[in-house]
């Protein structure tokens, strides 16, 4: 009673206390709505912020993160080729390999098939220059080098065609074997490709940009029109076509894209080959690098019959991979060889400026050391393939069984290795085959040698 009977004042106090109590509440449900509205707003912000930044990062880890397979690290050579008119294959970018295409109606077709057209007539043009007008030493190896040029284009137009079908056993081949764990493992074939690539292709720069400045004697000492600087130079790139093809600025212009694209098809040539070969030893190292761990450890018939299959489908790998590039491995070889030849049957002749002399010898020495470089890693596919024979050594006696004999046996009687039409294989020996090939045909060009000096401007 004495709660409910107290002083009236204190009762009119705690009614006013009430009544703002239930007013604030009211007043309390809109103002906190509003700061609830804006909690989630901020909520919200930050959700979708960390949303961009986990999708961001997600992207940024899928470009950035090596899966060590063979597609993946041959993607930005495909992507070069394509720009060059050469394999023209769909979905090159692509880190799976059953995403590759090959159509006729694609632009990339259509791109190396004119590519192609003009690698011919520029040919045709030689051959006729050559049988008619003027038949020595420069002018036949002109003719060698656009008769080569367009047997390459239409080598890698035909191995387009197959390459899907290639990628596609490629990557089975990989699945099955032993995982690359480290992060190190399994971008270093990528990186290896990616120096190979680009360590040719700047050096193939250099050298055309060097061929454009010895060109460029010609241009200012003896032009063909001495008030058209550009067009004299354009016009010396495809003289010999011009001989018989009245000359225009818009013709000269495709001579010299012409000249760009078949200087650089055949340095890719060499390019493709290096990338294929470090890729299939690659492979085989991978392999062999697993049994090394675990030869000297206690292994079961199981074990080295895995081994074995997975050996076996390797060494399929590669023969599929040399049926379908035999012809591009012989075109490089026999390319690289004759060139040598000629450059240094050259090295002797007087040359008419400095750039002439700057550009043969780097030139020279380019084409020898990317020849040496080319058979060494052509031939580690063999020299891996070998590797196991040695590794076997390393069982102990007590693990010893039939399936390991019968490796042992297979690995000792095939002989894995990229072949030039079956006319030659790329074995370690043959560094010292093509050494003494050129040292011999050297010996016979210089018996025939009459010339020591570069025609100068009027000379013949």
């Not at 030689?126 to 002109?142: G, I, K, Q």
């Not at 890719?268 to 080959?273: S, Y």
Request: aromatic share 14%; glycine share 4%; hydrophobic share 45%.
């Amino acid at each position: 009673m004495a709660r409910t009977t107290g002083d009236p004042a204190k009762r009119c106090r705690c009614m006013a206390r009430i009544k703002f109590w239930r007013r604030s509440r009211v007043d309390s449900d809109a103002t906190w709505g509003i700061i609830k509205y804006r909690v989630d707003e901020k909520d919200t912000k930050r959700l979708k912020l960390s949303l961009i930044k986990a999708w961001l990062l997600r992207i940024r880890q899928e470009d950035y993160k090596y899966s060590g397979s063979f597609q993946e690290a041959i993607k930005p050579v495909l992507i070069i080729a394509q720009i060059f008119a050469l394999m023209p294959v769909r979905k090159v970018s692509s880190k799976f390999a059953e995403d590759l295409t090959f159509t006729w109606f694609s632009v990339r077709s259509y791109y190396a098939l004119v590519t192609i057209l003009c690698f011919g007539v520029s040919s045709g043009y030689m051959v006729a220059f050559v049988t008619s007008v003027s038949f020595n030493f420069d002018s036949v190896e002109t003719l060698v080098f656009y008769l080569s040029i367009f047997l390459i284009s239409l080598s890698f137009f035909q191995l387009a065609r197959k390459w899907p079908e290639i990628a596609q056993s490629w990557q089975l081949v990989e699945a099955k074997l032993p995982p690359l764990k480290l992060p190190k493992e399994r971008r270093s074939l990528a990186q290896h490709i990616n120096m190979i690539t680009i360590v040719a292709t700047t050096c193939s720069l250099v050298e055309h940009i060097m061929s454009m400045l010895s060109m460029g004697y010609y241009v200012n000492s003896c032009p063909r029109w001495p008030d058209r600087p550009v067009d004299s130079f354009l016009y010396l790139n495809l003289s010999s076509v011009f001989y018989f093809v009245d000359y225009t600025r818009f013709l000269g212009i495709v001579g010299k894209v012409v000249n760009v694209l078949s200087t650089f098809a055949w340095n890719f040539n060499d390019i493709f080959v290096m990338a294929v070969s470090v890729a299939l030893a690659a492979r085989f190292r991978q392999l062999n690098d697993y049994m090394m761990k675990e030869a000297r450890l206690p292994t079961t018939v199981d074990y080295w019959m895995q081994c074995r299959i997975n050996f076996r489908n390797l060494c399929k790998l590669c023969e599929e991979v040399d049926d379908a590039i035999s012809i591009i491995t012989l075109l490089c070889f026999s390319n690289n060889l004759y060139f040598i030849c000629g450059k240094i049957l050259k090295s002797m002749q007087a040359k008419p400026s400095i750039w002439h002399a700057l550009y043969f010898w780097f030139s020279l020495v380019y084409l020898l050391g990317r020849t040496l470089i080319l058979s060494l890693y052509s031939s580690s596919i063999n020299d891996e393939s070998k590797r196991p024979l040695v590794i076997f050594r390393l069982v102990p006696r007590e693990y010893w069984c039939d399936e390991l004999k019968r490796f042992s046996e297979e690995v000792q009687m095939d002989n894995v290795a990229l072949t030039g039409m079956n006319f030659f294989r790329l074995t370690r020996g043959v560094v010292i085959s093509v050494a003494g090939t050129i040292v011999t045909y050297e010996l016979i060009l210089l018996q025939f040698n009459g010339e020591e000096k570069v025609p100068g401007c009027f000379e013949n």
